[in-house]
């Protein structure tokens, strides 16, 4: 991968994490080229690999590593290659990098998000969210993003 594209990778997920639930464009025109292009740019030397979730990551959600006291930022990194016809619930986000409340629809089951509230009810402990769209756009969930349902379609 040349540096260009490593940097606008790196950049697209800086973004995503800096304004939760607002989709950033990607480096890439698909979702897996994306993701090649994270791994390379952003991942490859990382303490853990991030973990690709399946249909229903509820219990991976459960069960991933929410990191420690000592190092919160070994929390579990998670990212949902999202699919054209993906179910998604709106939600309400607050925290930081949201002025105030914003609206987003996020592709996860309600199970899901309930299963990654818990995941991050123990601040600074918790699991960073990263979902890459058909078209290669890039959109995140931070551990300190608070969400609060308000339906499904």
């Not at 606008?8 to 989709?23: D, E, K, T």
């Not at 698909?30 to 303490?47: G, H, I, K």
């Not at 249909?55 to 999202?82: K, Q, Y």
């Amino acid at each position: 991968m040349d540096e260009q594209t490593a940097h606008r990778a790196f950049r697209a997920l800086l973004l995503a994490n800096s304004y939760p639930g607002r989709v950033q464009a990607g480096p890439a025109a698909s979702a897996p080229a994306v993701l090649e292009a994270l791994r390379e740019a952003v991942w490859m030397d990382a303490p853990q690999e991030p973990l690709i979730m399946p249909d229903d990551a509820s219990n991976l959600l459960e069960g991933a590593g929410r990191g420690t006291e000592l190092e919160p930022e070994r929390g579990a990194t998670l990212i949902r290659l999202v699919r054209v016809d993906a179910s998604r619930v709106r939600v309400v986000l607050e925290g930081p990098g949201v002025d105030g409340r914003i609206r987003a629809w996020l592709p996860l089951s309600p199970a899901e998000l309930a299963a990654r509230d818990r995941a991050c009810a123990a601040y600074p402990l918790g699991v960073d969210l990263v979902f890459l769209e058909p078209d290669g756009g890039i959109a995140a969930l931070p551990r300190t993003t608070r969400v609060a349902m308000l339906e499904e379609v």
